[in-house]
């Protein structure tokens, strides 16, 4: 029987980060992998990078080979060139190159996107399904899926035009003001939200309030075990703070070249509907009425494919990484 020391050692070597590079078409992509198993691919959507995914892939490490990256001109995946209008199935073609590299002997993979990489999840089993096994799409926001295409579509037009002309923090009042409740675009409730969508917003709050939680201030005693515990929590806040910092740096990046065409996007729905047997939609329990949610279950019924429901709202993976990470687990070996 392993001792304890044996068990947690293997316990940190699956969740351990094994980091690498992979040349795409106009783009160098830093990828991250933790675990061993199948291959399950963690696709961040907003301004997010990787580091969204850092509690909820050492959850699934055990059962996966857990892959996370930064998006195309994000963080640390470099454009060849200057920045211009993203598109889905560019995106689509950087995951599929990715499976292809980490695939253990080329098995489909499970793959997750929340919110604008769910779009691009979508993209990716409409255009080569037999790379994947699982797609598990979180609340796509696929304006033209909406009662009222248009009325969405000028709500994130508004949104890049307030950036392109003021800035980040403009954009992100714009967006707060045009899907909060009362403007009903599309015809449903729709929370107010930040330029970057709500996966930003749950991960810049620290920063804005000056960074992260200021370390506990010294009692003057306690033992050795707690002093490290105290010191392992400070160097976690630090991390947590620059992870944030480097996530906030690409809005200008989402806010002018993603949003709208991404949002904008109008998925290949009898490709959709040929592979729905491995499709999943994921909706938020509380998040039921707003527009992402929406979008999603008008998908699911347009290409016949299964629903779930997940915990939280549109940013349930950050809310509780924990139970939303229990909840994909089970929706992954359903």
């Not at 892959?67 to 963080?75: E, I, K, V």
């Not at 994130?156 to 392109?164: C, D, G, K, W």
């Not at 015809?187 to 939200?193: K, T, V």
């Not at 491995?278 to 998908?299: C, F, H, Q, Y």
Request: charged share 20%; proline share 7%; hydrophobic share 45%.
């Amino acid at each position: 029987m392993p001792t304890t020391d044996a068990t947690t050692a293997a316990a940190t070597a699956a969740t351990a980060v094994r980091t690498g590079r992979l040349e795409a078409p106009g783009a160098t992509l830093h990828y991250e992998v933790r675990g061993r198993g199948p291959l399950l691919v963690m696709m961040p959507g907003g301004s997010a990078d990787a580091g969204i995914y850092d509690t909820l892939a050492a959850e699934l490490a055990d059962r996966w080979t857990v892959a996370a990256f930064d998006p195309r001109g994000y963080s640390r995946s470099t454009l060849h060139g200057p920045a211009g209008e993203q598109l889905p199935g560019a995106h689509s073609e950087d995951i599929a190159r990715l499976i292809e590299l980490l695939s253990p002997g080329g098995a489909p993979a499970a793959v997750f996107g929340s919110s604008s990489s769910a779009i691009v999840a979508l993209e990716l089993l409409s255009r080569r399904p037999g790379l994947v096994g699982r797609v598990v799409a979180h609340e796509p926001p696929l304006v033209e899926l909406l009662p009222d295409p248009a009325a969405g579509r000028a709500v994130f037009a508004a949104v890049r035009e307030s950036f392109l002309r003021d800035g980040v923090e403009a954009a992100m009042a714009t967006m707060a003001a045009g899907l909060a409740p009362e403007g009903g675009a599309g015809g449903g409730r729709y929370e107010a939200a930040t330029g970057a969508d709500e996966e930003s917003r749950a991960a810049t709050g620290p920063v804005e309030d000056g960074g992260a939680t200021a370390p506990p201030e010294e009692s003057g005693g306690g033992s050795e075990a707690e002093a490290k515990g105290k010191a392992g929590a400070e160097v976690d806040a630090v991390a947590e703070a620059a992870t944030v910092r480097r996530m906030m740096a690409n809005l200008p990046v989402f806010l002018e070249h993603v949003l709208c065409s991404f949002s904008g996007h109008a998925p290949d729905l009898d490709a959709l509907r040929a592979a729905a047997p491995k499709l999943v939609v994921g909706v938020g329990r509380d998040s039921r009425a707003l527009l992402p949610a929406v979008a999603a279950e008008r998908l699911a019924q347009r290409v016949g494919s299964a629903t779930a429901e997940f915990p939280g709202g549109h940013v349930g993976l950050t809310e509780d990484p924990v139970a939303f990470g229990a909840r994909l687990r089970e929706v992954l070996l359903g």
